[in-house]
């Protein structure tokens, strides 16, 4: 069993900050990428940003400039933090993860439970 565990989100005000992390934990082998994505109500789940191993980075155009995303190979950890933020960033943010497991050779994705972000006026 693999589980992400989310934290960091909350209230901020326009223009504020805030760092999402989610860590990675279970049975790992090894992790292929890592990456968030947001759901806004009555949407779609869309990708913000994703992380490979050597750190190639994918950022949705409404994001790039103010967020930025990073992991910590070592904890099996990936951070988001975001800058800048408006209105129109409200959502749950998921973190996802591709992970291959021992004694298997195929990846998985994992998602975790969300955390939600309200950026107010």
């Known amino acids: 069993q693999v589980q992400l565990v989310e934290s960091g989100g909350g209230l901020v005000q326009a223009g504020g900050s805030l760092r999402l992390s989610c860590a990675a934990s279970?049975?790992?082998?090894?992790?292929?990428?890592m990456g968030w994505y947001r759901q806004a109500p009555g949407k779609q789940r869309r990708l913000v940003a994703d992380?490979?191993?050597?750190?190639?980075?994918r950022y949705a155009e409404s994001v790039k400039g103010r967020f930025t995303i990073s992991r910590d190979y070592a904890k099996n950890t990936v951070y988001l933090q975001m800058n800048s933020l408006k209105p129109e960033d409200t959502a749950v943010y998921y973190c996802?993860?591709?992970?291959?497991?021992?004694?298997?050779?195929?990846?998985?994705?994992?998602w975790g439970q969300g955390t939600q972000v309200t950026v107010s006026t």
């Open positions: 996802q993860a591709t992970i291959l497991a021992p004694d298997v050779i195929y990846l998985s994705n994992y």
């Open positions: 279970g049975s790992i082998k090894s992790i292929n990428a």
């Open positions: 992380i490979t191993n050597g750190d190639t980075t």
